[in-house]
């Protein structure tokens, strides 16, 4: 049986934010951003719903029809690699600054998780950006977000087009790595915490149909 899927509307925001805060409770990235649990559990939601905001105004959310997991989608375009665009940078630091000043002032990792991973992402190519993924507890295991990433890996095929993301933990790194990602670089290592590592997939030929076979060439 198939997973239904559809695009989140404005209207889906507390659904998504609900359900990434219950999928990255335990996350070893949450858990360094977000150090204690009773503290994550009271605070955790205000970045989950700075992330959410984020990407239904820029980007696609896909989520399961039942609400049991979304996928956060970003498409980056490529940079024009004879312009050094040092106003952009600056203000793409002052957005990690208002993010941190309005989910938890005081912790400064709210801000530093987005400079460190801005600062591993691959320039230069279009590609789409698979910020977060999650599937609420209980559901884990049942291949949901292998079927929403899939959907759109199917549509980078068929374009041409190439997929990003950062692994949060060994267990996701080896799923991302079935679905065709590879390591890019050295793994981010933040401080005093875990490491996350940069994942890059470049888009797979799509099989043309043959006469006397209904099997895709391998």
Do not use: K
Not at 144 to 163: F, K, P, Q, Y
């Amino acid at each position: 049986m198939g997973v239904a899927i559809r695009t989140a509307g404005d209207e889906d925001r507390e659904l998504i934010v609900r359900l990434l805060d219950q999928a990255f409770q335990n996350d070893p990235v949450s858990g360094w951003v977000f150090p204690g649990e009773e503290y994550r559990r009271t605070t955790h939601h205000r970045l989950m719903a700075a992330f959410t905001d984020v990407v239904l105004a820029d980007g696609r959310v896909d989520i399961t029809e039942d609400g049991s997991a979304c996928a956060l989608w970003m498409s980056v375009p490529a940079d024009d690699p004879g312009h050094e665009d040092r106003h952009a940078d600056e203000e793409h630091g002052d957005d990690f600054v208002r993010m941190r000043e309005a989910v938890d002032p005081d912790n400064e990792r709210v801000e530093l998780i987005g400079r460190l991973t801005a600062g591993i992402h691959p320039s230069g190519r279009t590609h789409e950006y698979l910020w977060m993924i999650g599937v609420v507890p209980g559901r884990q295991g049942e291949g949901l977000g292998t079927a929403l990433i899939g959907s759109v890996l199917e549509r980078c095929d068929r374009e041409g087009r190439a997929a990003y993301l950062e692994a949060s933990s060994e267990r996701s790194r080896l799923l991302y790595e079935r679905l065709g990602f590879e390591t890019a670089g050295e793994p981010l290592a933040l401080p005093d915490g875990p490491y996350m590592w940069p994942m890059w997939r470049e888009p797979r030929a799509t099989p043309a149909p043959t006469r006397d076979s209904g099997h895709p060439a391998r």
